[in-house]
Every structure is written in structure tokens, then in C-alpha cells.
């Protein structure tokens, strides 16, 4: 079981990025899902989270309204559309997939986690 999440880079700010996190080996079509994001010497946060059906999200506070998670059940795939993005939104972004069919800002509530990828905005 894999979560491979791409679409990271170094963009300036104001850009936009779009992440995105395909899972193999399995369906996580019933699951929540979350990204996570680990900023340069400070812990794992969470940022955004989407129910297995995709009709609760919710976002950290400082991407409200910047960010938008969403899924493709189909696909077993999610993504973050991430705009207008800022310096302080460097970070290590990870997917990871919730043990239940909601999503969780609690960390210890997920099973699967993806590798991470990297994004850096410049200023």
C-alpha cells in the first residue's frame, strides 16, 4: 500500500501549486483523507482534510481561503490547489489516509502516510 504525493516544487510567492496524492495497492475510496505539512524546524501540522465522500473539508486557518482539497474517488486521488501562496507556506507536504471515513487534525488517527513533497515559496 502506497501514497505517492507529487506537484511540489519552488515557486514564488503569489503562485500557485497544485499536490497531488495517488494511492496504490488499495481503495482509500471510504476513507478520509488529510494533508499535513512539516515547516522547517517545527512539528507536522495539519492543513487540510476531506471526507470519504468529499463533503466535509476543513482547512488550518491560515489557508483558509487559499487552499482547496478535493478527491477523485475514481482515481483514488486527492489533491490540494494551493494559491497565492506564501513564504511561510514552505513546507514538507504529506497525504495520509484517515481509519475512517472522516478526517482528523490528530496525526495518530491516520494509517497511511505519503513520503512528502517539498515545497519552498520564495519572496
Known amino acids: 500500500v502506497q501514497l505517492q504525493a507529487s506537484g511540489g516544487g519552488l515557486v514564488q510567492a503569489g503562485a500557485s501549486l497544485r499536490l497531488s496524492c495517488a494511492a496504490s495497492?488499495?481503495?482509500?475510496?471510504?476513507?478520509?483523507m488529510g494533508w499535513f505539512r512539516r515547516p522547517p524546524g517545527k512539528e507536522r501540522e495539519f492543513v487540510a482534510g476531506?471526507?470519504?465522500?468529499?463533503?466535509?473539508?476543513d482547512y488550518v486557518d491560515s489557508v483558509k481561503g487559499r487552499f482547496t482539497i478535493s478527491r477523485d474517488r475514481a482515481k483514488n486521488t486527492v489533491y490540494l490547489q494551493m494559491n497565492s501562496l506564501k513564504p511561510e507556506d514552505t513546507a514538507v507536504y504529506y497525504c495520509?489516509?484517515?481509519?475512517?471515513?472522516?478526517?482528523?487534525?490528530?496525526?495518530?488517527?491516520?494509517?497511511?502516510w505519503g513520503q512528502g513533497t517539498l515545497v519552498t515559496v520564495s519572496s
Open positions: 476531506i471526507s470519504w465522500n468529499g463533503g466535509f473539508t
Open positions: 495497492g488499495r481503495t482509500f475510496s471510504n476513507n478520509g
Open positions: 495520509a489516509a484517515a481509519r475512517g471515513g472522516s478526517y482528523s487534525k490528530d496525526r495518530s488517527l491516520y494509517s497511511y
